[in-house]
């Protein structure tokens, strides 16, 4: 059979286009984040992250937001790494795979799958009615815990899983029991995994804005403790946009979304690195 094209020929186009594809990706994402920091950098000020917003946010400062957005992302991951990290050691270290586990796993893959305006309705009845937590920090974070959770314990199962065998039949010909096995040699071994998939929930909860609005409110006020209100920084860069309060603030707000989220991200990697050379 005659050939149409050289194979060598085939190898250098093939390999120009996957070039192509992903100098596509890249320019999208170095278009958006210039965009943005071209567009949000000068509201920059020390006014801006340090004061309060002032006439609904068309001037002032966004740092009750930024105290907002911190204490309802610290609350989601103090509930939701405990649960994810345990149950991700019980499904792999402490039972056999069977109908339970695999029942767990899709239930986990499900509620990965709503929509996070359900899960803010959720958290609404349950939270601010049921519980009458009223519209507050403690309400926004546990939703956000409910909608981390699936990532959470998906990176920390793989992550654990990726732990060889052998390190484990070494911790029990050694006397070791299942829990000194875990803690001693597993958890260590996966901790990158581990850190990886909290941060990148971290990362998730910043950005967050239907589970957020209907359970944390979108007050302009610092919050004091975690019963009061509080308006994240996305959901006030939602309110600036979606009402045309403001499209310098919006943009400025967005520009610290951007840095914020790059920063996790950078951090993240770093940390994850660091750990493996420590541990390797």
């Given at each position: 059979?005659?050939?149409?094209?050289?194979?060598?020929?085939?190898?250098?186009l093939i390999k120009a286009l996957l070039v192509l594809l992903t100098?596509?990706?890249?320019?999208?994402?170095?278009?958006?984040?210039?965009?943005?920091?071209?567009?949000?950098?000068?509201?920059?000020?020390?006014?801006?992250?340090?004061?309060?917003?002032?006439?609904m946010g068309r001037s002032g400062g966004i740092f009750p937001f930024?105290?907002?957005?911190?204490?309802?992302?610290?609350?989601?991951?103090?509930?939701a790494t405990p649960l994810g990290v345990g149950t991700a050691i019980?499904?792999?270290?402490?039972?056999?795979?069977?109908?339970?586990?695999?029942?767990?796993?899709?239930?986990?893959?499900?509620?990965?799958?709503?929509?996070?305006?359900?899960?803010?309705?959720?958290?609404?009845?349950?939270?601010?009615?049921?519980?009458?937590?009223?519209?507050?920090?403690?309400?926004?974070?546990?939703?956000?815990?409910?909608?981390?959770?699936?990532?959470?314990?998906?990176?920390?199962?793989?992550?654990?899983?990726?732990?060889?065998?052998?390190?484990?039949?070494?911790?029990?010909?050694?006397?070791?029991?299942?829990?000194?096995?875990?803690?001693?040699?597993?958890?260590?071994?996966?901790?990158?995994?581990?850190?990886?998939?909290?941060?990148?929930?971290?990362?998730?909860?910043?950005?967050?804005?239907?589970?957020?609005?209907?359970?944390?409110?979108?007050?302009?006020?610092?919050?004091?403790?975690?019963?009061?209100?509080?308006?994240?920084?996305?959901?006030?860069?939602?309110?600036?946009?979606?009402?045309?309060?403001?499209?310098?603030?919006?943009?400025?707000?967005?520009?610290?979304?951007?840095?914020?989220?790059?920063?996790?991200?950078?951090?993240?990697?770093?940390?994850?690195?660091?750990?493996?050379?420590?541990?390797?």
């Open positions: 059979m005659k050939r149409l094209i050289h194979p060598d020929l085939a190898q250098r100098a596509l990706t890249l320019s999208v994402l170095i278009f958006i984040i210039g965009y943005l920091l071209l567009k949000g950098l000068p509201v920059f000020s020390a006014r801006f992250f340090t004061g309060h917003a002032i006439d930024i105290v907002s957005t911190v204490f309802l992302s610290a609350v989601a991951l103090v509930v019980y499904l792999t270290e402490y039972t056999r795979e069977n109908r339970l586990t695999r029942i767990i796993r899709f239930a986990a893959e499900c509620l990965a799958g709503v929509p996070s305006i359900i899960l803010g309705l959720f958290g609404f009845v349950s939270f601010v009615l049921y519980l009458k937590l009223g519209w507050s920090v403690l309400s926004g974070g546990l939703t956000l815990a409910i909608m981390v959770l699936p990532t959470i314990i998906r990176t920390s199962e793989e992550a654990i899983l990726a732990v060889p065998r052998a390190q484990r039949e070494v911790s029990f010909s050694l006397g070791g029991t299942r829990w000194q096995t875990v803690t001693r040699v597993v958890l260590p071994g996966a901790l990158p995994g581990i850190v990886t998939g909290v941060m990148l929930s971290f990362g998730r909860c910043i950005g967050e804005t239907a589970a957020v609005i209907f359970t944390a409110g979108s007050s302009l006020m610092t919050p004091a403790t975690m019963l009061d209100s509080g308006r994240t920084l996305a959901v006030h860069f939602y309110i600036l946009a979606r009402e045309g309060i403001s499209a310098e603030m919006a943009y400025g707000t967005a520009a610290v979304l951007m840095i914020a989220i790059l920063a996790i991200n950078v951090s993240a990697y770093w940390l994850m690195h660091r750990i493996v050379r420590r541990f390797s």
